[in-house]
Each structure stands twice: as C-alpha cells, then as structure tokens.
C-alpha cells in the first residue's frame, strides 16, 4: 500500500544579496580580528601567571598572593604593540602587516618623494611601528557599525591624517630610506642613547 500523506516541503532556500554579502566579509574580518587580538592577551595572560614574580626577602606568602589576585583583577595592562613583547608582539605584528599592506598602503600610499618618503621595511623602524599600530587601533574602533556614521570621518580627521603627516614627513623615522621607487634605500635611524645617573658611592 503506497503512502498518500502529503510530503512535508524541504526548506526553502536561503538567497544573501551580494551588498549584504559584503557587509558580512566586513564584519567576519572584524571578528577574526578582534578574536587574534583576544589570543593575543590570553597567551600573554596564561605566560604571566605561569612565570609568578619570586617574592622579595621577608614578604609573606599571603601578600604575594594578595598581589597575583590584583594583578589578574587589573587584566593586560595594555594591547598596545610596543607594550607586548616575543611571541605576542610577532602575532599582533603579522595582524598589523596584513592591514597596512592590505588597506593602508593601496588606499593612502601616495607616490614616493624625497619630501614623502616611505620605506618598505617600515616594521623594522620602531617609531613607524607604533604610530601604524596606533593607527590601526583607532581604525578598528572606528569603522565598527557602533562607533556609529561619522566613526571614519571621525578616524580620518584625528588619527589618519595626523600618523601620515609625521610618517611621511622629510624628518620622519624613514627620512633616510626610500625617496625614490627606482632607487630603494633602507636605514634605520639612530636614537639618543639613554643616560644614566652614577650611583652615589
């Protein structure tokens, strides 16, 4: 005896239009963003409280521990690339490359002069890596939908234009690279050595 119940239809297809699709990219990339940034800190998080800072002479146990509970209260002390350091910083610097040499550079890389000078390297000049990382911040905060319509004016203004005016200026970190496409050039610039006071005898 052949089934006469009514089939049950299957589900009806699902059809995301190509705008809506791009704003999806958009938030996906944030998230996987946001989600590096957060291993980043746990990593970082998880090497602090395995490596505990010994207690000075004479300190008791329970205030050491009194001071690790503080500490984890408190959270990272910054997210902040010059803050971070070994692994941590490699991480947060590979998340940094891909959106300079992704978004910044096609989008406001402007031609090479000797009055706007650039350097490919540009990782290895520490000045440059932590006004880009600055930058990048403020462009995450910024171009996310809660920072509401005027966030990328708003980053334009305060963030990007004022990072490009002392990168790219001729006495910027990179004033003695590249001033020439055909002719490129890489010298890291050397800081005032630091000075220190003679201890007392």
Known sequence: MSDTSPTTPGPVPFRVSDG?????????????????????????????QSDPVPAADGQAD???????????????????????????????????????????LPVYGREISTTRPWCAQWHEHPEAVARLHAL????????????????PSTW???HLDQALVHLRAPDSPFAACTTSPTRPNHR????????YAEAAA
């Open 20 to 48: 809506d699709l791009d704003d999806l990219a958009s938030v996906l990339a944030k998230t996987i963003a946001e989600v590096k940034r957060h291993g980043v800190i746990l990593d970082r998080l998880g090497s602090e």
């Open 62 to 104: 329970g205030a050491t521990e009194a001071g690790a509970a503080d500490q984890k209260a408190e959270g990272p002390t910054s997210v902040f690339i010059v803050a971070l350091g070994g692994e941590a910083y490699a991480v947060e610097l590979a998340a940094l490359s891909n959106w300079v040499n992704h978004l910044l």
């Open 136 to 151: 990048w911040l403020a462009w995450q905060q910024l171009t996310d939908t809660e920072a509401g319509l005027a966030g």
């Open 156 to 158: 334009h203004r305060d």
């Open 188 to 195: 890291v610039l050397s800081t005032p050595a630091p000075e």
